[in-house]
């Protein structure tokens, strides 16, 4: 499978992909980093005079609840009913789920558009599920085999790949789940990186009409391998960045394809 997910890479690169995000204000310019060393084209639009077209011209959409308003809303769902409509696949990361009851009410609504492919992390992945979860703003205080029913669950009602991220990368389909267990704990210390892993998943769903799941694990080895190698160059977060960056856009087949740590997991299945 190794060798699939490096030809996902690979297609990424080939064939750029614009990626249109309505995101939050803190990981923009973040994602949009991150996108281009894949190799893939970022976009940040939320007009509603433009998202139509501009959901017309991209190969994927991200939704990202980080800094709500209401403004912001109206073009999240305006913008998937066209993803929607033209059958382009679209990621919804909960961002702080569970916080509050506005952003809980905003993500119950944005649910029943069916997202292609769920991206947070334990906390966020148990609150959206409506199970008992703690929330530390945008930090998860769950682990990630806690979250699995939840993931399951959020499955099995929207048909969606589910992925919660964190020491352990657990990716939910129907037929199972697959784990990644690459990364590195530095990687906490940067804003921002769930937001751009699932900026990356957008760009990877955008190369395909139906493997999302692969897509997102492909997605996931690559952001973990990348700040893998990255924490092994940095003596802290601030060099981190810049060397996560530049291992996004030079990393090779053989880089990649040694370090994976990809398993089936059997748990609850």
């Not at 769902?77 to 993803?83: G, N, R, V």
């Not at 649910?111 to 703690?134: F, H």
């Not at 964190?166 to 940067?190: P, S």
């Amino acid at each position: 499978m190794e060798q699939q997910l490096w030809n996902s890479v690979l297609a990424v690169r080939e064939k750029s992909p614009l990626v249109h995000s309505i995101t939050n204000y803190v990981v923009m310019n973040n994602t949009a980093n991150a996108l281009l060393a894949v190799g893939a084209s970022p976009v940040m639009a939320h007009a509603y005079s433009e998202v139509h077209d501009m959901v017309a011209i991209a190969g994927a959409l991200i939704i990202n609840i980080g800094t709500l308003d209401e403004y912001w809303v109206e073009s999240m769902k305006l913008a998937i009913s066209q993803a929607n409509t033209l059958g382009k696949p679209w990621l919804l990361d909960p961002v702080g789920a569970g916080a509050t009851p506005y952003r809980n009410k905003v993500l119950q609504e944005l649910l029943e558009y069916q997202p292609t492919v769920i991206r947070g992390n334990a906390s966020e992945i148990m609150a959206l599920a409506s199970m008992s979860a703690g929330t530390k703003g945008v930090d998860s205080t769950n682990h990630t085999d806690e979250a699995l029913d939840a993931a399951i669950q959020l499955n099995q009602a929207h048909g969606s790949v589910v992925c919660v991220s964190g020491a352990t990368d657990l990716i939910v389909q129907e037929k199972g789940c697959l784990t990644l267990t690459n990364g590195d704990k530095l990687m906490t210390r940067v804003t921002g990186m769930g937001c751009t892993a699932s900026a990356l998943i957008g760009a990877f769903c955008a190369t395909t009409t139906t493997h999302y799941f692969e897509a997102t694990v492909a997605a996931m080895a690559l952001m973990g391998i990348a700040g893998e190698i990255a924490a092994e160059k940095s003596p802290g977060p601030g060099s981190l960045q810049l060397h996560f960056l530049d291992t996004l856009y030079q990393i090779n087949k053989d880089e990649f394809v040694q370090r994976v740590k990809l398993e089936e997991y059997n748990g609850g299945f």
